[in-house]
């Protein structure tokens, strides 16, 4: 080999074990998503699911558990939307699907998110949204998302929760009682009554 091809050669360009993406010669934490290089066990820090584009687990949690403790200090009710698939196909593509449709309906005061991938369940917060209006709102998203779902065969169902003021809830709670709404195909309520 000609030393010229020797000299011109780069080392084996290094990767970063949570993100993959390249990583600068020399670099401890990774530019990307802000982790530590040689850490074996990393996790990004994104807050986005790079399939869909909406906020991932990580982050809708938190600002759930943030908009349930608005509620409660400023007596207002808040909306919840579970969206789930009823029958799975490809996972990221249904995922990417549904999240474009959710997108779409959703207003920009709400907060949608990925809290499942198997099987693909998506998250709306709905804040201010007393039942009427989340039940509204379940509608357009449940309508919008079959419509988008309908080429590939899939059906989505939707559970709904209205969490009323006066009552302090966790957001497990309110993640357990969108669950069961799906599954009954009844609205939830928690808190107690006005």
Do not use: W
């Not at 820090?45 to 349930?68: M, S």
């Not at 698939?85 to 999240?99: F, R, Y």
């Not at 804040?127 to 059906?155: F, I, M, Q, W, Y």
């Amino acid at each position: 080999m000609p030393i010229g091809d020797f000299l011109r050669r780069r080392p084996e360009a290094m990767t970063c074990q949570a993100c993959g993406s390249p990583l600068p010669s020399g670099a401890i934490f990774c530019p990307s998503c802000g982790v530590r290089a040689d850490d074996p066990q990393a996790e990004p820090l994104h807050i986005v699911d790079r399939t869909t584009g909406l906020f991932n687990e990580r982050f809708v949690r938190p600002v759930l558990e943030d908009e349930l403790a608005r509620a409660h200090r400023y007596q207002r009710n808040l909306g919840v939307l579970l969206i789930e698939v009823t029958e799975s196909g490809a996972v990221d593509e249904t995922l990417k699907t549904m999240a474009a449709a959710l997108a779409g309906t959703v207003r920009d005061v709400d907060t949608p998110g990925v809290i499942g991938r198997t099987p693909p369940q998506l998250l709306a917060i709905l804040p201010d949204t007393d039942v009427a209006g989340t039940a509204h709102a379940a509608t357009r998203v449940l309508a919008a998302v079959n419509e988008a779902l309908k080429s590939g065969g899939t059906r989505a169902a939707v559970g709904l929760v209205c969490v009323r003021p006066g009552q302090r809830v966790r957001a497990g709670a309110v993640i357990e009682s969108a669950s069961r709404s799906l599954r009954s195909g009844r609205p939830e309520m928690m808190g107690k009554p006005a």
